[in-house]
């Protein structure tokens, strides 16, 4: 659908950075251009009092206020110099033939860029130098050219300057620029296109026009890109000292995420355990002992979808998913996580949602899964529907059997997301906002393999666990509680969570330039999770009689069957969540700060049992010794959990421009009220303990950048936060508060920046020290058990975090992520007692000095995306290390590889085809397991061949997907 070149302008203009510096300037003799749209930009009004600030400060404060943006070099503008300006409500030309007259300065406005230079008088200082007179009085000559990016499309409204006489221009729709009278010389032209990294192209003009075509390279990194979930005011990723990671809707699909942990693997830092397929996925921060989302958060649209610090139940990525609404996903690594987000010391994510251009535009998405009958169909559309109204709307749904797959569907459901966005004035808007999301998925737990010391996942005789699941085919039960009331479970329900979620968010600036921001969003969840949990396997006995659920009788079997423990849960939450944050330029300075609260009510009652099932695909559950019944023994209340949790937060932050360094600070107090009551677990069942628990806690952070030059930056940060206890700790059955601390986290990096057309560079050293980590260790007793003992341990981490892309040829890149760990516990021992086994009794034993469990100490990743005419061809070989299978460090979980591949046909401007497919080699690596227990367990000889469980990555697949744009 072809668009206007003003509208196109417009479009990228929007999201040129505040801070862009662009090294050339504007020359003409007139103070500015009468266009249609140029005047509409001019007539806009503005109210501004400064004293004696800079020039540059002065248009950034103006750009707030505008639908504009300036385009100019501060050095030859000389920006650093000192105004006033006094406006109340005055057209936007007036003020700029205030401001550009005393300073001898020139503006042109060209669709929505504001181009500022000197005046001829002024500039002739800085005008290029020519070899004789003659020369510069030659008959002028056309430099004319056309820009696209690496598959040929036209770059619609890429800001082109020349040097001569600081000439500006933006590319029209078709891509082209034309200079005209230009001398006989040498000239740089500088071209800056949103997504793609700024080039600088040397042309020289010898009697004759010039013609050229240009390609610009995309910004893999983005480095110069503008970020949101970072500190102060929005910077760009080269100018921040927030380690940051920035994943596009584009870089999304061309890596289509199997769920939504699987979309971390693009982010170093994160070991990312997705091998749960669409069920709770399991993320490991910068070495930190911990998986889940412990010590990672996760936010949409600048707001959490569940308090941080909880494991599996609940866990954050099944309150959002991937898909189209999704514009870009942020993620901040390390320290400052813990200033953005309460009890967030290792990361947060951003997913950010699409809000709808300046013209209607939308896409359509049907996905095939080739390898697990998989239909998905997406869609997102959005645009204007009156001058100053817009709207998006988009989401999925989809159905499919499962990677393994059970007896029943394994996977159906979708979500629906749309936002309505209000625009007050330019820069100012208010935001309407809602998500229904409604989606069933079975969680792959782990299963049995042959041991054989390799720390690979090998098939037993006549199961699987890489292609096959040890769900149970007798899939509804009744089972009556310990309270003496019935509850019936379906395990085909999986892991199904229905929330509906509702929103608005504001913004606003001020006549004296304050930035105001809320944003505010209520969210009601219901979910459920029917499964289990194998725990031994045992040999039949001839002398015992087998059954199934239905009284049929097993003849003479052999081999093992295993033990299950079942697990029924049911859950509602509330969640409001309310942030209200100020922003204002002070000179140097950009002053942020604001406060917050986050309220979740939750009831939560789990019930637990254990019952026996074949050890083959898709298993019959067993009666053993007789056939009524249901199989189903000790049934227990597993978990109960009622209360409320309230996070009153406050912050502040400054960041201070000092020329190419900028240093900020960054400070956050937050106070946790957990009231509940506890169930007293015994009969009748129906006695509570309440508790009622406030806690303050803080967290300071300070960074720094050095923007060596345009493409090289040094960034540092250290930060001293927390990891705070949450209402499953205090809800627990045996909760006791001398067997739990708050753990203390200190985080520090430092790091180095590379954005050049063909290399880009991210790197980081970090340091992570954890305390008071609540741990146990197994110890043998008298009667052939264990007993645990309960002991606080510490951890540290040293890591190198790298993200690098290289471009050797316009058709051709290669992306690599890369992260070296080395995590180990500074203080883990206890001493056995004295009901420990006779030779045990009275001795300690130490841990310390051990790496932590589940931690690779290398992951790494490279990719590769080749362009030829209308195909894309993109693959990606990636390699998780060795790991500990427990902190006894007696297993090692052998390292592994993983191979993707895809092929992407544009068939037309509009029509899309894709195929790809994902762990080709069908790689069997473990992600847990591989013996889980300590060094007492048989002083580590096993058998080869005995059944061990673990849990192993998804097996190979294969995908195919039409898209639609229009």
Known sequence: MKKSVHLQVFLRAMRISLTQILIAIWFMSNAYATDSNAQSVLNQKITLRLQKQDVETVFNLIEKQVSAKFVFSSKMIQANRKININADQQPLQKVLDDVTKSLELNYKVTGNLIIISRTAKSSSYFSPSFQNEEAAKAEGHTISGKITDAKGDALIGTTVILSYQNKGQVADKNGMFTFSDIPNGNYTLNLSSIGFITLKKEVAVTGNDVQITIVLQEDNLQLEQVVVTSSGSPKKKIESSVAISTINAKQLSQRPPLNSTDMLKAIPGLSVESSGGDGPGSVRVRGLPGGGYVFMGVMEDGLPVLPTGFSTSPSADQYYKVDLTIKTVEAVRGGHAAVLLANTPGALINVISNTGGDKFSGKVKYTRGLSQNANRFDANFGGKIAPKLKFNVGGFYRADDGIRPPSYRANEGGQLKMNLTYEIKPNSYIRFYGKYLNDKTAWLVPSYYSYDGSGQGKALPDFDLLTQILATRDTKVSLVAPTGKTYNYDFSDGVHLKSLAGGIEFKHITKNEWTIKNNLRYQSTTSNFTGSIITAATSYKSNVNYYYSDGQTLNNPTGFYTG??????????????????????????????????????????????????????????????????????????????????????????????????????????????????????????????????????????????????????????????????????????????????????????????????????????????????????????????????????????????????????KNLNFRLVTTFQNSKYTQYEVTAPSNARADLAGKLYSWSGNYAERIPNIIWELSGTYNYKIFDLFASFRHIGKRWSSPSNVYHMGGYDELSMGLDCKITKKLGFRVWGDNLTNSRGLTEGNIRGDQFLLNGNFEKGSLQIGRIILPRSFWTSLTYSF
């Open 564 to 809: 299950q423990s079942f697990i029924g849960t049911n859950s509602t939450d509330k969640q409001f969540s309310d942030n209200l944050d100020f922003n204002k330029q002070l000179g140097k300075h950009s002053l942020s700060f604001g406060a917050g609260i986050h309220t979740y009510d939750i009831d939560l009652f789990s019930l637990g049992a254990t019952f026996n099932t074949e050890i083959a695909n898709q298993p019959r559950t067993l009666l053993i010794g007789t056939s009524t019944g249901n199989g189903y023994s000790g049934i227990n209340i597993g978990t109960y959990r009622k209360g409320t949790t309230g996070i009153t937060s406050a912050w502040a932050s400054d960041e201070v421009s000092l020329g190419n360094l900028t240093l900020d600070l960054g400070l956050r107090a937050d106070r946790f009220h957990i009231k509940g009551q506890r169930l007293q677990n015994t009969a009748p069942f129906t006695n509570y303990t309440p508790f009622d628990e406030t806690k303050t806690y803080g967290t300071a952070s300070v960074g720094l950048n050095y923007k060596i030059n345009d493409h090289h930056a040094l960034f540092g940060r250290a930060t001293r936060t927390y990891s705070a206890l949450n209402i499953g700790d205090y809800s627990n059955f045996t909760f006791n508060p001398d067997a739990v601390k708050d753990r203390g986290v200190f985080m520090s990096e430092v790091g180095y920046k590379i954005n050049t057309p063909k290399f880009s560079l991210f790197s980081s050293l970090v340091y992570a020290k954890l305390t008071n980590i609540a741990s146990s260790m197994l110890i043998p007793n008298t009667t052939a058990g264990f007993i645990s003992i309960g002991t606080f341990a510490s951890s540290r981490n040293l890591s190198a975090e790298i993200e690098a892309s290289y471009t050797p040829s």
